[in-house]
């Protein structure tokens, strides 16, 4: 089983480095970087610069915001840089954020997206002299990509990106299926359930329709976790989980999981509260039985079995978030190399 890390969205960008060194040496595989309130090909130029082993994945960028070539660029400097360890994670985030936030369209984002990244790939395939800038689709046209303004091939040693996506629902879970090199799932949408009777079965669909194999598509799950030393650091941990839980589930995009449940109701009632400004109230909806059926928790030395226990034959890889304190690494690093042995 894979191991990979996140980080707190709130980071000060000059402190990505350390939190990149700190992840190495815990012995993780990689290091998701999500978009939130730092540029992500930043954020992911500033963890890997200062490791030498860590894969940085963007978990995720948002394609519908940015030009595919920009992407592209971006992505090829990352790959020459840290000698092929950045790989491309793309979504596409939700229509209040892409067209009020952003300023972006948000028409058929999944068709977007799809075209997005054949654009980015295109792209690719004439920076390394493979074949003439020449892609036309719904969404996109990039046909001009003059000598200098087309960079370098990448060296053969080093590994092209591969591109990820992430997402929810069921058409951009058979993209993924249909296009993608691997796919990671949305912390409201990591239950082995969802795994079974969502996830996996999309990837399937997606995957035949382009006569692919399932098992070509790594599928990572991206869980929150709750983790301590002992029982009592689990239940302080809880209620930070709780008001979590709580913030996400009040989006409309993320209530396949509670759906599935018959907890169709709870979304609804947390946006009503939000309506009503009583942001301190959110996590009083979200009761014992709703954390606990959702949310793994475990100390370090249960880490290895309770993750088995719950994602074993679902998934290639994990996400395990590592606590802010520091102080005990040495647990943390020997649950995550038994993790990467199971």
């Known amino acids: 089983m894979r191991v990979y890390a996140g980080m707190d969205p709130r980071l000060p960008i000059r402190d990505i480095a350390a939190h990149a060194q700190r992840i190495e040496r815990l012995g993780y595989d990689g290091l ?41 660029y971006s992505a090829w400097d990352l790959a020459a840089l840290s000698d092929g360890r950045f790989q491309l994670g793309l979504g596409t985030q939700i229509r209040p954020h892409i067209e009020r936030r952003f300023g972006a369209q948000f028409d058929d984002p999944t068709g977007r997206l799809r075209d997005h990244i054949g654009a980015v790939r295109a792209c690719w395939r004439a920076f390394d002299g493979l074949e003439k ?53 949305h912390p409201t949408n990591s239950h082995p359930r969802y795994l079974r009777e969502l996830c996996r079965p999309g990837l399937l669909t997606g995957a035949r329709h382009t006569g692919r194999s399932v098992d070509d598509i790594e599928l990572v799950v991206g869980t929150q976790w709750i983790l301590g030393k002992t029982q009592s650091d689990l239940d302080e941990r809880r209620e930070h989980n709780r008001r979590l839980l709580a913030f996400l589930y009040s989006t409309p995009a993320y209530e396949r999981t509670l759906e599935l449940f018959g907890w169709s109701e709870l979304a609804p009632q947390l946006r009503s509260l939000i309506r009503d400004q009583r942001w301190n109230d959110l996590s009083t909806l979200v009761t014992d039985e709703v954390l606990d059926t959702l949310v793994p928790q475990a100390t370090f030395a249960q880490l290895p079995d309770v993750a088995i226990e719950w994602f074993n034959g679902l998934a290639n890889g994990i996400l395990v978030a590592a606590p802010p304190d520091d102080s005990n690494d040495h647990l943390l690093s020997n649950a995550i190399q038994e993790l990467r042995s199971r």
């Open 32 to 72: 998701h970087i999500a978009e939130t309130i730092h540029d992500p090909f930043l954020a992911s130029m500033a963890a890997l610069q200062a490791t030498t082993t860590l894969t940085v994945r963007t978990s995720v960028a948002l394609a519908l915001v940015r030009s595919p070539m920009a992407v592209a």
């Open 133 to 185: 800038l020449d892609y036309s689709s719904e969404h996109y046209t990039l046909n001009l990509l003059t000598p200098n303004f087309t960079p370098d091939p990448l060296p053969e040693h080093v590994k092209r990106p591969n591109i990820w996506m992430g997402g929810v629902n069921k058409k951009l879970v058979e993209l993924a299926g249909q296009i993608a090199d691997g796919f990671v799932t």
